[in-house]
Structures are given as C-alpha cells and as structure tokens.
T-cell receptor, first 115, second 117 residues
C-alpha cells in the first residue's frame, strides 16, 4: 500500500545530541513537509521541500535541518540548538502539481522526548 | 493574530447527538483552500475534505457535513448522530501563499471531540 513511513515511533535525545527522524514516502509525491505538534496546539511547519535538492524554511525552522537527496526521503535532524525539542513530529507529502489545493498525506508521527 | 481559529478547545457529546465544530479563518487572498483533518488517538492526520474559495456549496458525506460561508469567513463541520469512533482531534486548515511565494497550510489549534457511549 502507498503511504508515508516515519521512524522511529519514539525517540529520546540526550542533552547536546543531534537526532534524525526518518520520513519515507512511496506515493510518488514531489512535495514533502515536516510539522511539529505540541500538546493542545495545532501543527506548525518546520521545513518543506517541493522538489529534490531544494527545501524552504517554515515558521519554526531554528534548531532543525533537513535534506532532500531523493524524492522518497525527507529526513529531519533536530540539532542541539533546538532547546525545547520535546514534541510530536509529523511528516507529510502532497502532489506538487498544484500544491495549493492538494491534501497532504501524513505519516504516523515520531514522539521525541528529552532524557 | 491567528489565521485559523477553532474557538472550541474540547467538546463532549453523548453518542447519537449532533455536534458542530467551528472554524473561522483570516486571509487576504481571493483564491484559497480550506481543509478539515481528523487526528485519532493513534496520531496520524486523516484528510476529510477540501473546499476552494469559489465554491460555497455545502457538502454532505454520510454523517459529515460542511458549511462554508465567505461572508463570515467560516467553515464549520457538523457530525450527525455522533459515534464513539468519531472521538478525535479535528483540525481546520487554510492553504494560502506564504512570504516565499509558496503555498503553505496553516492549522488551527484543533478541537478535541469526545463522544460518550
């Protein structure tokens, strides 16, 4: 079945450590997105990519980095510069033919906590 | 100022009751799109509906219906004869052009619906 796979489901980070969250899709979508969700909050956009080898900062990019070397993959690195990384992270993808009206398809999320 | 406001943080209803989730949005664009997503306890977001700014017809899909009114910038979602499986967090979202000239989804903070058997 086509879909988005995020791994791991749970992740723990030590102080000063960088961690990488994986996101893979087999929907042949051009656009991919990373969101952060805090309790009682909506989703906030961290980074997005509309094509391979290109990505743009979202509303809360500080302390995060991404790469888009392959169409199927859009990993997110939470760096030590992100002082409050505890959150639920969701990856999404959509067809970029007309990104304005395409629904985004979401993965199951990764819950990141500080040790 | 919030671009998408879901004023109801949490709602509880008894099974079989009807419930309406409110969504008010703010945009300067004349062309934009509105979405509703459902987030069950498992965490993934499930797409429910998309509506463009030029189509104000109400839409019904089974027990779900949506009322889009540009005059009040609202896009409300009604569940008829609610069921326990409807328990989830529901998000309203607005797609519009961002500062970089790309389309971006802006989400409301969500409404947590609990349907009590």
């Amino acid at each position: 079945d086509g879909g988005i796979t995020q791994s791991p489901k749970y992740l723990f980070r030590k102080e000063g450590q960088n961690v990488t969250l994986s996101c893979e899709q087999n929907l042949n979508h051009d656009a991919m997105y990373w969101y952060r969700q805090d309790p009682g909050q909506g989703l906030r956009l961290i980074y997005y990519s509309q094509i391979v080898n290109d990505f743009q900062k979202g509303d809360i990019a500080e302390g995060y980095s991404v790469s888009r070397e392959k169409k199927e993959s859009f990993p997110l690195t939470v760096t030590s510069a992100q002082k409050n990384p505890t959150a639920f992270y969701l990856c999404a993808s959509s067809s970029a033919r007309d990104p304005s009206n395409q629904p985004q398809h979401f993965g199951d999320g990764t819950r990141l906590s500080i040790l | 100022a919030q671009k998408v406001t879901q004023a109801q943080t949490e709602i509880s209803v008894v099974e079989k009751e009807d419930v309406t989730l409110d969504c008010v949005y703010e945009t300067r664009d004349t062309t934009y799109y509105l979405f509703w997503y459902k987030q069950p306890p498992s965490g993934e977001l499930v797409f429910l509906i998309r509506r463009n700014s030029f189509d104000e017809q109400n839409e019904i899909s089974g027990r779900y219906s949506w009322n889009f009114q540009k005059s009040t910038s609202s896009f409300n979602f009604t569940i008829t004869a609610s069921q326990v499986v409807d328990s989830a967090v529901y998000f309203c979202a607005l797609s519009e052009v961002n500062w970089a000239g790309s389309y971006q989804l802006t989400f409301g903070k969500g409404t947590k619906l609990s349907v009590i058997p």
